[in-house]
C-alpha cells in the first residue's frame, strides 16, 4: 500500500484549501482506490528531497 501523504503529486490546493492528487485516475483506479487498504498507485512517487544529495 502506498502513503498518499508521502506522494510528490500529493499537493495542497489553495483553491479547496486542502490536498489533492494531480494524478487523474480513470474510472478503473479511482475504484480500485476507494475498494479500501490494498490499492497500490501506480503513479506513487515518494517525495524524498535528498535523492539526488546521496547519489552524488
Same mark, same amino acid.
Given at each position: 500500500?502506498? =502513503?498518499?501523504?508521502?506522494?510528490? =503529486?500529493?499537493? /495542497?490546493?489553495?483553491?479547496?484549501?486542502? /490536498?489533492?492528487?494531480?494524478? =487523474?485516475?480513470?474510472?478503473?483506479?479511482?475504484?480500485?482506490?476507494?475498494?479500501? &487498504? =490494498?490499492?497500490?498507485?501506480?503513479? /506513487?512517487?515518494?517525495?524524498?528531497?535528498?535523492?539526488? &544529495?546521496?547519489?552524488?
Amino acid at each position: 500500500m502506498t =502513503n498518499c501523504d508521502e506522494c510528490v =503529486n500529493y499537493v /495542497y490546493d489553495e483553491d479547496y484549501d486542502c /490536498y489533492t492528487c494531480l494524478v =487523474n485516475l480513470d474510472e478503473d483506479e479511482m475504484f480500485r482506490f476507494l475498494q479500501g &487498504a =490494498n490499492y497500490d498507485c501506480p503513479y /506513487y512517487d515518494r517525495d524524498d528531497e535528498y535523492l539526488l &544529495a546521496r547519489k552524488q
